[in-house]
């Protein structure tokens, strides 16, 4: 998503927020945009609302998570990841961001055990981690007139369509995308 694409991105989601203030979706996706514009205490204000609307949401958790580790708050990190882990115990990316958080407070042996973990579930590779990686958006279809966009999870974008037509409306890329 490029720095332009961002803000009408933000633009959009606060249409479908207007329109639909429980759609958590949207503030997951508003999220993504405000941690791609550099603005992550609203990354994770937007995060904790994602959270609020569905309170199983690994994803929110996980890059939540990220946001809380880029600003240096590994206590809340860790919690996030720990949360995410307790929905879904067999991702690896989810340890293996954890045992970052656990290296970054100096608490080796729970960093160890993390990154033990990741790898017997098949994570091989060393990892970039989780905060410099780019997040995934979620599948989201506007009710506003001017933001008539549809963003899949996997992050590859399509144009939403109407009785008309596809939309002319520019379609939402991939945080991070070229």
Do not use: C, W
């Not at 204000?45 to 998570?65: C, M, P, S, W, Y």
């Not at 340890?95 to 608490?107: D, F, K, M, P, Q």
């Not at 001017?146 to 399509?158: E, F, L, N, Q, R």
């Amino acid at each position: 998503m490029h720095l332009g694409e961002v803000g009408h991105a933000i633009a959009d989601y606060d249409k479908v927020i207007e329109f639909s203030p429980n759609y958590g979706d949207a503030y997951y996706n508003r999220a993504i945009a405000h941690h791609a514009k550099g603005d992550i205490d609203k990354a994770i204000a937007d995060f904790t609302k994602a959270i609020e609307n569905n309170a199983r949401d690994v994803d929110a958790f996980r890059l939540r998570g990220d946001a809380y580790r880029s600003k240096g708050d590994f206590v809340r990190a860790i919690a996030d990841y720990s949360a995410a882990i307790g929905f879904k115990p067999d991702d690896a990316t989810l340890y293996n961001s954890r045992a970052l958080a656990h290296v970054n407070r100096g608490e080796y042996i729970d960093a160890i055990a993390d990154a033990t973990k990741a790898a017997t579930l098949g994570l091989s590779t060393p990892s970039t981690p989780a905060a410099t990686q780019p997040p995934a958006t979620k599948p989201t279809a506007t009710k506003s007139a001017a933001a008539k966009t549809v963003a899949t999870k996997s992050g590859t974008p399509k144009p939403a369509t109407t009785k008309a037509g596809p939309s002319k409306e520019k379609t939402i890329k991939k945080a991070g995308a070229q």
